[in-house]
């Protein structure tokens, strides 16, 4: 939790210096979490997490934390976007659309997520002072032909107070008496652009990106050159603040003690051990989310619940994405999983393949759904996969 | 608005079933004396003479560190509260059975003030134990940056509106004790 009040700051240290941020990690770290966090920060007045104010008058709640003071001018307008393959300039800037009309079908413009950004701010009868955008999955969108020339204005050097101003390049508009024909924005609303006019300054960008994709859907560099790149790595201190342990108290598993590991300790120490494994034989950006594991039930009076719990987790979630990374490393998989090192007695869940009759194994994992297991197996193979 | 105070930071200490048994019976019971006092363990000593703004030595050359602490939700109301040592590098905050004559239970610790009270005649932990709150029990002290104290308690389970940067998400924790800071997190 501490790290989620330190990303906040993170990103607002960013917006001071006048840089939008890439929240870029794997999936399930906490990156939306972070941002509906953020969403509401902006939407409601929030308590900061400096400070504490004691209200010596009131015995049942005598203690809050002073309102937050936002980098960024308030009231703020938030808007919520994800890129795809089919998302355009026309959806993100400007796009023009056909109307009809008695004297036949005109093109008229509309103003992108962006533009209408700009518009809102330089439009008298706004309650706003600046825009926020989120904008999740940004790698996924094909960042130049959805920014175009306003690629530039993600860079407030050159917007309004920047370093180096420059007027809007909107040439797709055509211009009578120094301002261009409407605009149509969202709600309705019509504004018409002045020549000249200079990007405004107080629109931010908060983009996510998951970086297991990144192979296979990288950024483009001229827009990932225009971010503050904040990572969020796993973090299994929230797992176990979510699940009451001590995280000083967890045993490392060791001959003497990995038989008795309790099952949130060993699904914390599994995620441990699973993710350096990852970040070794593949690299730090596919590693596993803790969000993977948030759904264990914890204050249950039986552990076998949570064993159970685990092993369903294992595999409708954890498994499959474990295949995925190791998708044609199939000996690493197996050393992973430590097929060929089991525990001296007792069953195990994973072993290598034979055919029917035939005690020659081949290097192949036998298939296993591990939650359809007797709750002894499923025990022995998840403490003993901690070590 | 007014009376609104800046906090430094909050110690806070959880009272188990035992200690609420001794300081709420009567001071002399058959089969022996026993602690009238709140035990301070070892590992929040230094926690503890750090919120207190007192080295170790100054503290081992006095008998006692007293303060004058306000009740919070009556702050016209103080009373002391009396650091003292106590073997095996522990502490405690001293007379505060409300029975002894010698008491100086805090007001802001009291059955006024909601405090749970078991009845006079109690004689052993098992009996207490029915008027110890569900979800536990903890005695805070908070600090100004001018150096004021004030104190008061939390009792029963967390309430699950209570965010985890608020500062009165530790006040209900399930942990021995502690000091918060004024940062969340610190």
């Known amino acids: ?387 | 608005m007014t009376n609104k105070l800046k906090i430094k930071r909050i110690w806070w200490r959880s009272v188990q079933p035992g200690e609420f048994y001794n300081i709420e019976r009567h001071h002399r019971i058959e089969g022996g004396g026993g602690s009238l006092y709140i035990e301070i363990p070892s590992s929040m000593v230094p926690q503890t003479l750090d919120f207190l703004d007192i080295t170790i030595a100054d503290f081992n050359s006095m008998s006692s560190f007293q303060i004058q602490a306000f009740v919070i939700g009556n702050p016209q109301l103080s009373g002391p509260i009396e650091f003292r040592s106590k073997a095996g590098g522990r502490m405690r905050i001293a007379n505060q059975n409300r029975q002894q004559p010698s008491s100086q239970r805090h007001p802001a610790w009291t059955s006024m003030r909601d405090f749970p009270r078991a009845p006079d005649n109690i004689t052993n932990k098992e009996e207490a134990l029915q008027y110890f709150p569900d979800g536990g029990l903890r005695i805070y002290i908070a600090k100004t940056f001018e150096g004021k104290y004030y104190a008061g308690f939390t009792k029963g389970h967390r309430p699950s509106k209570i965010r985890d940067n608020d500062p009165m998400f530790e006040l209900y924790s399930n942990k021995v004790g502690g000091v918060i800071n004024d940062e969340h997190g610190k």
């Open chain 1, 1 to 387: 939790m501490m790290n989620m009040a330190n990303r906040i700051k993170d990103i607002f240290s960013s917006w001071e210096k006048g840089r939008n941020v890439l929240l870029y990690g794997p999936p399930a770290t906490g990156k939306t979490r972070l941002v509906s966090e953020l969403f509401q920060i902006l939407n409601t007045k929030t308590e900061s997490n400096e400070g504490i104010i004691l209200d010596p008058n009131d015995a049942n709640t005598p203690f809050s934390r002073p309102e937050e003071k936002l980098p960024i001018p308030q009231p703020v307008k938030v808007v919520w976007t994800t890129f795809h393959q089919s998302y355009s300039y026309e959806d993100f800037v400007l796009g023009l659309r056909p109307e009809i009309s008695e004297s036949g079908t005109r093109l008229k413009p509309f103003a992108g997520i962006f533009l209408d950004a700009a518009l809102e701010l330089s439009d008298a009868s706004s309650e706003y002072n600046s825009v926020v955008i989120f904008i999740d999955e940004i790698n996924r969108g094909n960042a130049a032909r959805i920014f175009g020339e306003f690629m530039t204005f993600l860079d407030f050097d050159y917007r309004e107070d920047g370093r180096v101003p420059l007027p809007l390049p909107l040439r797709q508009l055509t211009y009578t008496d120094g301002e261009s024909e409407e605009v149509y924005r969202a709600a309705g609303v019509k504004a018409k652009i002045p020549i000249g006019y200079t990007f405004p300054k107080h629109i931010y960008i908060v983009a996510t990106m998951n970086s297991v994709d990144r192979a296979a859907v990288p950024i483009d560099s001229a827009l990932a050159r225009r971010f503050d790149r904040i990572e969020i790595r796993p973090n299994p201190s929230v797992l176990a603040q979510e699940w009451g342990l001590d995280e000083s108290a967890i045993p490392a598993p060791i001959d003497d003690n990995w038989q008795s590991l309790c099952p949130h300790e060993t699904a914390y120490l599994l995620l441990d051990r699973l993710n350096l494994a990852i970040a070794t034989d593949l690299g730090s950006e596919f590693e596993l989310g803790h969000g993977l594991f948030a759904t264990l039930t914890t204050g249950v009076l039986s552990e076998d619940i949570v064993w159970h719990d685990l092993a369903k987790v294992w595999d409708e979630v954890i498994y499959p994405q474990l295949e995925d990374r190791y998708s044609g490393r199939p000996e690493q998989l197996i050393e992973l999983l430590h097929v060929d090192n089991p525990p001296l007695s007792g069953s195990y869940a994973w072993t290598l393949r034979t055919t029917r009759g035939s005690s020659v194994q081949s290097r192949t994992l036998t298939p296993v759904r591990v939650s359809e297991l007797l709750i002894e197996e499923i025990q022995r193979s998840f403490r003993w996969l901690t070590r």
